[in-house]
């Protein structure tokens, strides 16, 4: 098979959408029914060069799965193959592909028509050049599998510090990784998450300005994309990835975002525009609608035990959302125009389209668990309005600590609490209006249409890990949901400081005082791992001991069984 840019099998349809003119890199198809070519490649005279942003596979089904490069040499076109063993005495597939500037001197071939369940090795190499990628390792999928692992991840941020968590994913015994968003930052050079601690790193941000252009992005990924430790994960496992805000802009909704000012960065759409076709560039994924190339929610049936529906909870269909300190006013907090607001109907998080495709997907599946892999936190964070007001103030500890014996003697069922004091705990508000919180009429509408189907929900975004009951406003429990913490972004310690003293006592206050919460990390770095079976699902947290050295340990901080 000769896959060139005026093949048979050519580039997916590219489609030009709204004002920006979003345009995704397509991907190379294919097919069993391709001839392949013949060609002999000798390792041992080929040079490991210019593939310097290794090799990586995403998307794997029990038939499919895409392979991928960035090729940085003179030449660009890059020879592929693919076989059973590490070996390659087996090759079941391999094929010539020419890349271009267009694209960003990438390649993703997409393999169909595989068989399901097998281990596969692949490659890629230059016979001009006479260079050679590394080996990546990757997977089909079993029809139906007994039991599944996911490892579990969001928020890399490259000069926060160290890569260890991907190590780590890289060697454990994970299936697939599912990276839940903020796959790279987009601030400068200094900016979020870099710090006096960990500038002996050296790790900070190519382009040294903000990134707003299509070379700006494409070459912060390749920054990232040279990192030893992500290069390994993505060598040893399969991807399945959706963007969430730092992709393009922090906060971002479907028409601008909270790190964007068009009066002087431009226009939000051209940016929006750039970004996303950098991520299609580096981060591949199967598409759902070839004529919609802004959608990224897809489902992927996991052996008929999982059935993973990867949503877009950032860019398709949110609305801009609210600030709970608009509310707040000179005479004290507007209740009525908060609810108001909070309660609009039109307001959507999803968008009408994805919603009705989410609903489907989760009623029509008969795999035994239906798991979310989105970006945001759906459990209720809702903690008093007391406790919101007074953060970063001096007096915080002593309201925290107040408030916890408070709910403390009325979980005991304490007779003596007053009425004032009752309120002072149960008078909420959420904490994060970016969350499901501020959109409270579309999740009650996506509860109310799972027909008794218990869902489980993965998030990522917060940089720390959680766990919580799932409970409509009826108090129906609907489902749990598993959170992971960072990669390496920072978590709760930038606010509450390291001392583990006080992060311990942060950590029992919100699990006492959020009803539903049922597990709180707030400041370590790591990842999920979840396992599935056709009887439970274990879900562990591994965290990493530091990520401002090679050497690291990990540990697991807390598991739990789902039943």
Aim: hydrophobic content about 40%.
């Amino acid at each position: 098979m000769k896959l060139q840019n005026n093949s048979r099998r050519s580039f997916i349809q590219k489609t030009l959408m709204a004002a920006g003119g979003i345009m995704l890199a397509p991907n190379f198809i294919s097919c069993k029914s391709d001839d392949d070519i013949n060609f002999n490649i000798d390792p041992t005279n080929y040079a490991l060069d210019f593939f310097t942003e290794g090799i990586a596979s995403f998307d794997p089904t029990s038939s499919s799965v895409i392979i991928w490069t960035r090729y940085s040499g003179a030449t660009h076109t890059i020879t592929w193959e693919v076989a059973t063993d590490a070996e390659f005495n087996t090759v079941i597939r391999n094929g010539e592909i020419t890349t271009d500037a267009s694209r960003d001197y990438t390649i993703a071939v997409q393999l169909t028509e595989l068989d399901a369940d097998q281990k596969l090795y692949y490659r890629f190499a230059n016979t001009i050049d006479k260079t050679i990628s590394a080996v990546g390792e990757t997977i089909t999928l079993p029809d139906n599998a007994n039991s599944l692992k996911l490892a579990i991840c969001s928020c890399s941020n490259y000069q926060a510090g160290l890569f260890n968590v991907y190590d780590a994913m890289a060697n454990s015994d994970a299936d697939i990784i599912v990276h839940l968003g903020d796959y790279l930052y987009e601030y400068a050079a200094g900016g979020y998450g870099s710090n006096d601690e960990n500038a002996f790193l050296d790790r900070f941000h190519e382009p040294a300005t903000e990134i707003l252009s299509l070379d700006d992005y494409r070459t912060r990924y390749k920054q990232y994309r040279q990192d030893v430790s992500l290069q390994l994960a993505h060598q040893k496992k399969p991807f399945i990835c959706v963007w969430d805000d730092h992709e393009i802009a922090n906060d971002a909704y479907k028409n601008g975002a909270e790190n964007h000012d068009d009066a002087t960065e431009g226009s939000y759409e051209v940016r929006k525009a750039h970004a996303l076709q950098a991520y299609s560039e580096f981060l591949p994924f199967s598409r759902l609608d070839e004529n919609n190339n802004e959608l990224i929610y897809r489902t992927f049936n996991l052996g008929n035990l999982v059935n993973l529906v990867m949503l877009d909870t950032r860019i398709i269909g949110r609305d801009e959302q609210l600030d709970i300190f608009d509310f707040f006013t000179a005479t004290g907090f507007d209740a009525a125009a908060y609810q108001t607001a909070i309660s609009d109907t039109s307001r959507s998080l999803l968008g009408t389209t994805q919603r009705d495709w989410l609903i489907n997907q989760i009623t029509s599946s008969s795999a035994k668990w239906q798991v979310l892999g989105q970006q945001v936190l759906m459990g209720k964070m809702y903690i008093p309005a007391e406790m919101l007001l007074a953060f970063g103030s001096s007096t915080f500890n002593e309201t925290l600590t107040e408030l916890v014996t408070i709910k403390v003697r009325m979980l005991n069922n304490d007779p003596t609490l007053t009425a004032e004091e009752t309120a002072r705990v149960t008078t909420v508000l959420p904490y994060n209006l970016d969350a499901w919180d501020g959109y409270p009429v579309e999740r009650e509408i996506i509860y109310a249409a799972l027909a008794y189907k218990k869902i489980i929900t993965l998030a990522g975004d917060t940089h720390n890990a959680w766990s919580n009951t799932l409970f409509t406003e009826g108090n129906i429990d609907v489902g749990i949901e598993l959170a992971t913490s960072s990669v390496s972004s920072p978590g709760f310690e930038g606010f509450i400081g390291t001392d583990p003293e006080a992060l311990a006592g942060f950590e029992y206050a919100l699990t006492t005082l959020v009803d539903g919460l049922n597990y709180f990390d707030a400041s370590k770095r790591g990842f999920l791992l979840t396992t599935y079976t056709q009887s439970e699902v274990t879900s562990e947290w591994i965290f990493v001991n530091t990520i401002l050295s090679e050497t690291y340990t990990t540990e697991v901080g807390h598991s739990i069984t789902y039943a």
